[in-house]
């Protein structure tokens, strides 16, 4: 549930411009032990999580383990916690991919890869943040045309809490350039021409001149998991 005591707007609009770490200390320090940050393991998580742990702020980290990974993204995730002395929770669906086949048959992605998301992301994701009254994310404007407009600090209206956006304004030079200039550990896949990286199945690496997303279910017009857009699978 929304921390009501929290005006949303007037955080949002106060924090427009400010720097990531100056965004995640207000978070921690208005939102206290009812926030969280799920990561996905992509550059931008990354960088949170350093800016995390250099500023000892208590904040809650976990990741949505979809059972799908690259074997990349697990070493990544190893390599994280053993450089900053943190733990990244898993959060698993309910069903392992072999119960999953049983239930909806063999490689959903394939055939729903909404339907596959929303069992997968979306309702492990629900269940993680139910205890919570607010999370941050890596999203950045630029990304996507559905993120384009988020704020530094909005109302969640699909998992009904704040969302805390600190690296929303940066660009894609930015991240990097904070990667390289504090040794931040990054899933390898970015330098095999993976920009983006999601679950094994549904990811591919991008070519000279595509958008970055291109490699994301290629093929298909989907372009989101479900997690950061209000829209439902029904299903």
């Not at 074997?71 to 898993?90: D, N, S």
């Amino acid at each position: 549930m929304t921390d009501a005591r929290i005006d949303v707007p007037a955080a949002a609009h106060e924090l427009e411009g400010k720097g990531a770490v100056e965004i995640l200390g207000w978070a921690s320090q208005n939102l206290g032990p009812k926030l969280t940050f799920a990561t996905g393991f992509g550059a931008e998580g990354c960088v949170i999580i350093d800016l995390i742990a250099k500023a000892n702020l208590p904040i809650d980290l976990f990741t949505l383990d979809t059972g799908v990974l690259f074997p990349e993204t697990y070493a990544l995730w190893r390599a994280l916690e053993t450089k900053y002395g943190v733990t990244i929770r898993a959060v698993r669906p309910e069903q392992t991919i072999e119960q999953q086949a049983q239930a909806h048959g063999p490689t959903l992605w394939e055939r729903d890869p909404d339907r596959c998301c929303d069992l997968r992301k979306v309702k492990p994701l629900r269940t993680a943040l139910a205890g919570f009254d607010a999370w941050i994310t890596a999203i950045r404007r630029e990304q996507t045309a559905e993120r384009a407009t988020a704020k530094v600090v909005e109302h969640d209206k699909k998992f009904g809490l704040i969302k805390v956006n600190p690296l929303v304004a940066w660009s894609h030079d930015d991240v990097w350039a904070h990667i390289y200039a504090n040794d931040v550990p990054f899933n390898e896949l970015h330098d095999r021409g993976y920009p983006s990286i999601g679950c094994q199945p549904c990811t591919s690496a991008v070519a000279l001149g595509e958008d970055a997303r291109s490699g994301r279910w290629r093929g298909s017009s989907k372009k989101e998991c479900g997690l950061h857009v209000i829209q439902e699978v029904n299903r």
